[in-house]
C-alpha cells in the first residue's frame, strides 16, 4: 500500500513540475521574442506598423499614449477612461 | 495515509506559490515609509483672481507662473506671483516659424545671472528649445531658440539639459519599458545605479511604468513619481546612490497594476517637485474613477534627500500641480474642479521646521 502511494505521489509531482517546467519555458520564449523586438527596433532593422491608438484623450502630466489622429506619441497625455483602443498605421 | 496527504498538499502550496509571477520596480534599496513625522490639513480657501480656464497644468518660474493652455491661441499664459496680474501670452498654436503644434512638454527652469529661461520639448519638431522669458517681456516679442534635435532617439519623454554638453533623457523602449541615459558629448552613457527601474517590461499599457520625472540640477539627482505604483525612484546621475521610497508597507506588483481593467485603475502620484533641502511628491492613492470625478483627495508628501519622509499637507481640492516659493508660499493648481483655479497658502512656519529640521 505505501509502496502505491509512493509511486502515486512521485508521478503527481513529476507531471506538475514538468508542467510548471512548460510553462516557465514558454514564458521565457515570449519574453526572449519581446527583447529580440525591442534590440531590433533599437537597432533600427524593424519598423512597426500597427500600433494601439486611442482617439479620445485627455491631458495626464507624466503618462503618455498614441493619438489615433495623428498616431504619434502624445507625451503628458492619457486615454480617457471609457475610450476603446483602436489601432494605427505609423506614419514614417 | 493522512501523512502522505499533507506532504502532497504541501508540495501544491509549495510549488503553486512559487509559479507566482510578482515583479516589483526598484532603486536597489527600498525605504518603507509608514507614517509622517508631522501631518497637518489645509483648510479651503479662496481662489486667487486669475482667469485660468482651459489651463491643464503650471510650470513656475521664480515668481512668475507658466500656465499651459491645450486649446487656445498660445500654449502659454504668464502670470506674475508678485502681482497676480496677466503678463504674456507665448508659445503660439500654428505651423509657421517659432509656433507650435503640439503642447510642449518636459520643461526645466534656468535662472543665470541675466535671464530667466524655460527649456521645453516639442514633440512635433523632436527638439529642445529654450526661451529666454526675461528678454521675452522686456522687448515684446518671443526670444525662442532651438538648442537640441533628438529626433534619433525615438520615444522621448523627458529631455533635459544638465550643461553645454550633458543631457538627462528619458523614454519608452517599443511601448515596452521606459529607459533613461544621458547623453555626454554626443555619446550614450547608460545609468548602472538604477536597479531593475529600465528592465522590467509591461505588455498592456506603458502607463503602468509611467511617472512625472524631475531632475535636481545642484545635487544631480532624478526623482520618478510613479502614476500607477505606491513608489518614487530616487537615484543619482553622477553617483552610485539611488533608492525607492514605497509609502506602504508592500510595493505594487507590475503585474498586476498592467493586468487591471480600465476601471480599476488606482491614481497615486501626480506630479513632484525639487527643492534644494527636500523633495515634494503630490499623491493621491485614489481609485481612478473617484479621481476623474473630482472625488478624491490629496497630499504632499515631503522627503529629505536621503529619502526620509519630513510632512505631508493633506489638501482639501484633488490638486493637478503645486509650487513652494521661497520656502514660504504654496501655490496649489487644480484643474480638476468645475473651474480651474490657483490657491495661496502661508506656511512659512511649517516649512521653516522641516528645512531646519532636516
Given at each position: 500500500?505505501?509502496?502505491?502511494?509512493?509511486?502515486?505521489?512521485?508521478?503527481?509531482?513529476?507531471?506538475?513540475?514538468?508542467?510548471?517546467?512548460?510553462?516557465?519555458?514558454?514564458?521565457?520564449?515570449?519574453?526572449?521574442?519581446?527583447?529580440?523586438?525591442?534590440?531590433?527596433?533599437?537597432?533600427?532593422?524593424?519598423?512597426?506598423?500597427?500600433?494601439?491608438?486611442?482617439?479620445?484623450?485627455?491631458?495626464?502630466?507624466?503618462?503618455?499614449?498614441?493619438?489615433?489622429?495623428?498616431?504619434?506619441?502624445?507625451?503628458?497625455?492619457?486615454?480617457?477612461?471609457?475610450?476603446?483602443?483602436?489601432?494605427?498605421?505609423?506614419?514614417? | 495515509?493522512?501523512?502522505?496527504?499533507?506532504?502532497?498538499?504541501?508540495?501544491?502550496?509549495?510549488?503553486?506559490?512559487?509559479?507566482?509571477?510578482?515583479?516589483?520596480?526598484?532603486?536597489?534599496?527600498?525605504?518603507?515609509?509608514?507614517?509622517?513625522?508631522?501631518?497637518?490639513?489645509?483648510?479651503?480657501?479662496?481662489?486667487?483672481?486669475?482667469?485660468?480656464?482651459?489651463?491643464?497644468?503650471?510650470?513656475?518660474?521664480?515668481?512668475?507662473?507658466?500656465?499651459?493652455?491645450?486649446?487656445?491661441?498660445?500654449?502659454?499664459?504668464?502670470?506674475?506671483?508678485?502681482?497676480?496680474?496677466?503678463?504674456?501670452?507665448?508659445?503660439?498654436?500654428?505651423?509657421?516659424?517659432?509656433?507650435?503644434?503640439?503642447?510642449?512638454?518636459?520643461?526645466?527652469?534656468?535662472?543665470?545671472?541675466?535671464?530667466?529661461?524655460?527649456?521645453?520639448?516639442?514633440?512635433?519638431?523632436?527638439?529642445?528649445?529654450?526661451?529666454?522669458?526675461?528678454?521675452?517681456?522686456?522687448?515684446?516679442?518671443?526670444?525662442?531658440?532651438?538648442?537640441?534635435?533628438?529626433?534619433?532617439?525615438?520615444?522621448?519623454?523627458?529631455?533635459?539639459?544638465?550643461?553645454?554638453?550633458?543631457?538627462?533623457?528619458?523614454?519608452?523602449?517599443?511601448?515596452?519599458?521606459?529607459?533613461?541615459?544621458?547623453?555626454?558629448?554626443?555619446?550614450?552613457?547608460?545609468?548602472?545605479?538604477?536597479?531593475?527601474?529600465?528592465?522590467?517590461?509591461?505588455?498592456?499599457?506603458?502607463?503602468?511604468?509611467?511617472?512625472?520625472?524631475?531632475?535636481?540640477?545642484?545635487?544631480?539627482?532624478?526623482?520618478?513619481?510613479?502614476?500607477?505604483?505606491?513608489?518614487?525612484?530616487?537615484?543619482?546621475?553622477?553617483?552610485?546612490?539611488?533608492?525607492?521610497?514605497?509609502?506602504?508597507?508592500?510595493?505594487?506588483?507590475?503585474?498586476?497594476?498592467?493586468?487591471?481593467?480600465?476601471?480599476?485603475?488606482?491614481?497615486?502620484?501626480?506630479?513632484?517637485?525639487?527643492?534644494?533641502?527636500?523633495?515634494?511628491?503630490?499623491?493621491?492613492?485614489?481609485?481612478?474613477?473617484?479621481?476623474?470625478?473630482?472625488?478624491?483627495?490629496?497630499?504632499?508628501?515631503?522627503?529629505?534627500?536621503?529619502?526620509?519622509?519630513?510632512?505631508?499637507?493633506?489638501?482639501?481640492?484633488?490638486?493637478?500641480?503645486?509650487?513652494?516659493?521661497?520656502?514660504?508660499?504654496?501655490?496649489?493648481?487644480?484643474?480638476?474642479?468645475a473651474e480651474e483655479a490657483l490657491y495661496k497658502y502661508d506656511c512659512t512656519e511649517l516649512l521653516k521646521s522641516i528645512v531646519v529640521g532636516s
Amino acid at each position: 500500500m505505501k509502496t502505491k502511494t509512493f509511486y502515486v505521489i512521485a508521478i503527481a509531482t513529476s507531471l506538475l513540475t514538468s508542467y510548471i517546467a512548460y510553462q516557465a519555458h514558454e514564458k521565457q520564449d515570449v519574453t526572449n521574442v519581446l527583447l529580440s523586438n525591442v534590440e531590433a527596433l533599437a537597432d533600427g532593422d524593424y519598423e512597426p506598423e500597427i500600433r494601439k491608438c486611442y482617439s479620445s484623450i485627455h491631458h495626464k502630466l507624466g503618462a503618455h499614449v498614441i493619438f489615433c489622429d495623428t498616431c504619434k506619441d502624445k507625451p503628458d497625455h492619457t486615454d480617457d477612461l471609457f475610450c476603446l483602443s483602436s489601432t494605427c498605421r505609423e506614419k514614417l | 495515509m493522512n501523512k502522505v496527504c499533507f506532504i502532497f498538499c504541501l508540495i501544491l502550496f509549495v510549488v503553486g506559490c512559487s509559479s507566482h509571477n510578482e515583479q516589483t520596480l526598484q532603486c536597489n534599496r527600498v525605504n518603507y515609509v509608514r507614517e509622517f513625522p508631522r501631518e497637518v490639513n489645509l483648510e479651503r480657501t479662496k481662489a486667487l483672481p486669475l482667469d485660468l480656464i482651459g489651463c491643464v497644468d503650471m510650470v513656475p518660474a521664480d515668481s512668475l507662473i507658466i500656465f499651459k493652455v491645450l486649446e487656445g491661441e498660445c500654449f502659454w499664459k504668464v502670470y506674475s506671483l508678485n502681482s497676480n496680474r496677466f503678463i504674456a501670452d507665448l508659445l503660439p498654436q500654428g505651423h509657421g516659424n517659432m509656433e507650435f503644434m503640439d503642447l510642449p512638454y518636459s520643461e526645466s527652469i534656468i535662472q543665470t545671472d541675466s535671464a530667466l529661461c524655460c527649456e521645453f520639448c516639442d514633440g512635433a519638431r523632436q527638439t529642445l528649445f529654450r526661451c529666454n522669458i526675461t528678454e521675452t517681456l522686456k522687448q515684446g516679442k518671443q526670444f525662442i531658440e532651438p538648442i537640441f534635435k533628438y529626433k534619433q532617439y525615438e520615444g522621448l519623454t523627458s529631455v533635459i539639459r544638465l550643461s553645454d554638453t550633458l543631457l538627462y533623457m528619458r523614454g519608452h523602449n517599443a511601448h515596452a519599458a521606459y529607459t533613461r541615459f544621458l547623453l555626454a558629448n554626443d555619446k550614450k552613457k547608460e545609468l548602472s545605479n538604477i536597479g531593475n527601474i529600465d528592465n522590467v517590461r509591461i505588455k498592456e499599457d506603458l502607463n503602468t511604468l509611467s511617472a512625472v520625472t524631475r531632475v535636481n540640477r545642484s545635487r544631480m539627482m532624478t526623482v520618478e513619481a510613479m502614476l500607477r505604483m505606491n513608489q518614487i525612484n530616487v537615484y543619482s546621475l553622477q553617483s552610485d546612490s539611488s533608492f525607492t521610497i514605497c509609502v506602504g508597507s508592500k510595493l505594487s506588483d507590475v503585474n498586476k497594476v498592467d493586468a487591471l481593467p480600465r476601471q480599476m485603475r488606482h491614481e497615486y502620484y501626480g506630479n513632484i517637485m525639487t527643492y534644494d533641502d527636500y523633495f515634494v511628491a503630490l499623491y493621491y492613492d485614489t481609485s481612478t474613477m473617484d479621481y476623474i470625478l473630482g472625488k478624491g483627495k490629496s497630499s504632499l508628501q515631503f522627503f529629505d534627500w536621503k529619502g526620509n519622509p519630513l510632512l505631508c499637507i493633506k489638501l482639501p481640492i484633488v490638486a493637478t500641480s503645486f509650487y513652494i516659493k521661497d520656502n514660504r508660499d504654496l501655490y496649489v493648481f487644480s484643474s480638476m474642479e468645475a473651474e480651474e483655479a490657483l490657491y495661496k497658502y502661508d506656511c512659512t512656519e511649517l516649512l521653516k521646521s522641516i528645512v531646519v529640521g532636516s
